[in-house]
């Protein structure tokens, strides 16, 4: 059973870092395409970045370019998300996905799995 635990949510202030982790278990990093998404409150979801299987290739949404970066650890099965530079326009629950198609994050469709979330707050 495909399962996905995010972790390293917290309270940061603006213009300050921190990491996420995306923990995966019953599927490895290297055969399924991946992403992180995040929702604010009264927002609809937005997809923070996708990346390919094997976290080859990553593409990022444009409010966060050049300040987030995915990361990956084989041996520990689990995906990163470091984030720079925050501001209080970050806050929001964090989601990390995952599907057997790299198409996802090409053409669009559909992530199968998701883990529970973890807040980030981003404030003074």
């Known amino acids: 059973q495909l399962q996905l635990v995010e972790s390293g949510g917290g309270l940061v202030q603006p213009g300050g870092s921190l990491t996420l982790s995306c923990a995966a278990s019953?599927?490895?990093?290297?055969?399924?395409?991946m992403g992180w998404f995040r929702q604010a409150p009264g927002k609809e979801r937005e997809r923070v970045s996708c990346s390919i299987s094997g976290l080859r290739r990553t593409d990022y949404a444009d409010s966060v370019k050049g300040r987030f970066a995915v990361s990956g650890d084989n041996a520990k099965n689990t995906m990163y998300l470091h984030m720079n530079r925050l501001t209080p326009e970050d806050t929001g629950v964090y989601y990390c996905?995952?599907?057997?198609?790299?198409?996802?994050?090409?053409?669009?469709?559909?992530?199968?799995?998701w883990g529970q979330g973890t807040q980030l707050t981003v404030s003074s």
């Open positions: 996905a995952a599907t057997y198609s790299d198409a996802v994050c090409t053409v669009g469709g559909d992530f199968g799995s």
């Open positions: 019953g599927f490895t990093l290297d055969y399924f395409a």
